[in-house]
T-cell receptor
Framework: QKEVEQDPGPLSVPEGAIVSLNCTYS??????FMWYRQYSRKGPELLMY????GNKEDGRFTAQVDKSSKYISLFIRDSQPSDSATYLC???????????FGAGTRLAVHP | GAGVSQSPRYKVAKRGQDVALRCDPI?????LFWYQQALGQGPEFLTY????????KSGLPSDRFFAERPEGSVSTLKIQRTQQEDSAVYLC???????????FGPGTRLLVL
């Protein structure tokens, strides 16, 4: 079993929909939780960064971390075609913050 | 300012050839990471540098893989005697200190025939 599990999708939604992406993990030492967006043939781009449990909101994006359930989520409101990409969850246990990534979920937002 | 840059962007190698992949981190960034991303998968950690010191190489898949950062800036990932299973995207990331965000480069797409 992988340390971080993420449904690879693909997920297809209409423009304007609310998108929910999530990951589960097994290592209770993880303290840092991130969501990256990766467009085709590009490097990952950081979207959200959360330390420990709680919620964080940035524009149309909301990240949630539930350490008791070892479950993290990313919500995208009013999804746009430009949101079409692969979304990667990533986690670190502290120190120099080596990141452990999920497999990524492919999202397609159609007009 | 400029982000993380990597070269070459694409590399085709014949099985058995040696390859060298270059990473130019963001200026002043102390930490540098290499990751390997197989098709349809998330990046997997290979190695970590703090300045010129390689503090963690636990993710390097075999002794054919070697990384260096001799002056604490540019880094090179070298793969000797390439195999088909080495085909992947190799990503470099840098960060300004131990707990800062990692900024990724565009990656080098390696295809071994």
């Amino acid at each position: 079993q992988k340390e971080v599990e993420q449904d690879p999708g693909p997920l297809s939604v209409p423009e304007g929909a609310i998108v929910s992406l999530n990951c589960t993990y097994s290592n209770s030492a993880f303290q840092y939780f991130m969501w990256y967006r990766q467009y085709s043939r590009k490097g990952p781009e950081l979207l959200m960064y959360t330390y420990s449990s709680g919620n964080k909101e940035d524009g149309r994006f909301t990240a949630q971390v539930d350490k008791s359930s070892k479950y993290i989520s990313l919500f995208i409101r009013d999804s746009q075609p430009s949101d079409s990409a692969t979304y990667l969850c990533a986690m670190g246990a502290g120190g120099y913050n080596k990141l452990i990534f999920g497999a990524g979920t492919r999202l397609a937002v159609h007009p | 300012g400029a982000g993380v840059s990597q070269s070459p962007r694409y590399k085709v190698a014949k099985r058995g050839q040696d390859v060298a992949l270059r990473c130019d981190p963001i200026s002043g960034h102390v930490s540098l990471f290499w990751y390997q991303q197989a098709l349809g998968q998330g990046p997997e950690f290979l190695t970590y540098f703090q300045n010129e010191a390689q503090l963690d190489k636990s993710g390097l898949p075999s002794d054919r893989f070697f990384a260096e950062r001799p002056e604490g800036s540019v880094s090179t990932l070298k793969i000797q005697r390439t195999q088909q299973e080495d085909s992947a995207v190799y990503l470099c990331a840098s960060s300004s200190d131990l707990s800062e965000t990692q900024y990724f480069g565009p990656g080098t797409r390696l295809l071994v025939l």
